[in-house]
């Protein structure tokens, strides 16, 4: 995967934008990214970003803000001024926050929803040396008390997948054991400190071309066409879950809805690039066009998903 390096600068005094956006941008927009450099929305970020910037002839600055699984950065956006000047750039976090946080200091509602470009379901594997080979020696296993599950964190999309395929799709409850990130996970996979991964799609594609991990499940309607060989938790005997990470690009509430169109457009443009669609073939992802409208739909159904995962599972943090 390609990495764009470097951080934005101080943000620039927004204005007002003419004529309610019509000419946007018609100054510099920053990015601010609720993650650390070289994650999944940062890496995101700066490849919409830099493309953004040639197509329109204005900086699309990447400002890193990590902290509290994307709490701090969106917290930061809530609150900026409705011009299109500042776009939070983050992931599924902001929809499963919204139930699994309760005193973030803002609510979903505090956003338009730009784009959801990107997004690649969730899953299960194992290492390709353990004896397990299928859904159903997994659920066997965990029910005979056997099974950790490694995620990138407690109240990850991962994690709250995982735990709701375990608890109530299979009413078989394992041990989670929790990552500080979704590489030092793979790597708890792979050394066998953990049975059982409970990780995007995209982290499975390396590793499952290279022979170390096979894919027991994915949490989707249909097979991952960058993984055609998992099954789906429903073609395994267990439907009743989809779920998806997403990078997203999302504006403060109240921003002209012709700057929101604008945006959304240009990204949609981005995206049906020859390169970029390569780059996003070649990191695993899933790619999505969807107008403004359908991207805010799109969102407001995803958060009562995750609203409904959160709470089935019972997991909460202050």
Same mark, same amino acid.
């Given at each position: 995967?390609?990495?764009?390096?470097?951080?934005?600068?101080?943000?620039?005094?927004?204005?007002?934008?003419?004529?309610?956006?019509?000419?946007?941008?018609?100054?510099?927009?920053?990015?601010?990214?609720?993650?650390?450099?070289?994650?999944?929305?940062?890496?995101?970020?700066?490849?919409?970003?830099?493309?953004?910037?040639?197509?329109?002839?204005?900086?699309?600055?990447?400002?890193?803000?990590?902290? &509290?699984? +994307? !709490?701090? @950065? /969106?917290? =930061?956006?809530?609150?900026? #001024?409705?011009?299109? $000047?500042?776009?939070?750039?983050?992931?599924?976090?902001?929809?499963?926050?919204?139930?699994?946080?309760?005193?973030?200091?803002?609510?979903?509602?505090?956003?338009?929803?730009?784009?959801?470009?990107?997004?690649?379901?969730?899953?299960?594997?194992?290492?390709?040396?353990?004896?397990?080979?299928?859904?159903?020696?997994?659920?066997?296993?965990?029910?005979?008390?056997?099974?950790?599950?490694?995620?990138?964190?407690?109240?990850?999309?991962?994690?709250?997948?995982?735990?709701?395929?375990?608890?109530?799709?299979?009413?078989?409850?394992?041990?989670?054991?929790?990552?500080?990130?979704?590489?030092?996970?793979?790597?708890?996979?792979?050394?066998?400190?953990?049975?059982?991964?409970?990780?995007?799609?995209?982290?499975?594609?390396?590793?499952?071309?290279?022979?170390?991990?096979? &894919?027991? +499940? !994915?949490? @989707? /309607?249909? =097979?991952?066409?960058?993984? #055609?060989?998992?099954? $789906?938790?429903?073609?395994?005997?267990?439907?009743?879950?989809?779920?998806?990470?997403?990078?997203?690009?999302?504006?403060?509430?109240?921003?002209?809805?012709?700057?929101?169109?604008?945006?959304?457009?240009?990204?949609?443009?981005?995206?049906?690039?020859?390169?970029?669609?390569?780059?996003?073939?070649?990191?695993?992802?899933?790619?999505?066009?969807?107008?403004?409208?359908?991207?805010?739909?799109?969102?407001?159904?995803?958060?009562?998903?995750?609203?409904?995962?959160?709470?089935?599972?019972?997991?909460?943090?202050?």
């Amino acid at each position: 995967m390609v990495l764009l390096a470097g951080i934005g600068a101080a943000i620039a005094a927004p204005t007002t934008c003419h004529a309610q956006g019509t000419d946007y941008p018609n100054q510099r927009v920053s990015l601010i990214v609720g993650f650390a450099v070289g994650g999944f929305a940062d890496t995101m970020a700066r490849w919409i970003a830099t493309r953004l910037g040639e197509r329109t002839g204005q900086s699309f600055v990447v400002q890193n803000m990590e902290g &509290g699984g +994307g !709490i701090r @950065a /969106a917290r =930061r956006v809530a609150t900026a #001024p409705a011009d299109g $000047t500042t776009i939070l750039v983050t992931t599924t976090s902001l929809a499963i926050n919204e139930t699994l946080v309760p005193n973030r200091g803002y609510t979903a509602a505090a956003f338009e929803a730009v784009s959801l470009p990107v997004s690649a379901p969730e899953s299960l594997s194992v290492s390709a040396k353990s004896p397990i080979k299928t859904l159903a020696d997994l659920v066997s296993d965990a029910k005979a008390g056997k099974v950790f599950m490694g995620s990138a964190g407690i109240g990850s999309g991962s994690h709250i997948a995982g735990e709701y395929f375990f608890k109530v799709l299979a009413k078989a409850p394992v041990k989670h054991i929790p990552f500080p990130g979704g590489n030092p996970a793979m790597m708890g996979l792979l050394t066998g400190d953990v049975t059982a991964l409970a990780a995007t799609a995209t982290a499975l594609v390396r590793n499952i071309k290279s022979g170390d991990v096979t &894919g027991i +499940g !994915i949490a @989707a /309607a249909e =097979r991952s066409p960058m993984l #055609p060989s998992v099954p $789906t938790f429903a073609e395994g005997g267990y439907p009743g879950l989809s779920a998806a990470s997403w990078t997203g690009f999302f504006a403060p509430a109240g921003t002209p809805e012709a700057v929101l169109t604008k945006l959304n457009s240009e990204i949609n443009a981005i995206l049906q690039e020859p390169e970029m669609a390569k780059r996003m073939e070649t990191a695993g992802l899933q790619t999505a066009i969807r107008t403004r409208a359908e991207t805010e739909k799109a969102f407001r159904a995803d958060v009562a998903n995750w609203s409904a995962l959160v709470q089935a599972v019972g997991v909460t943090q202050q």
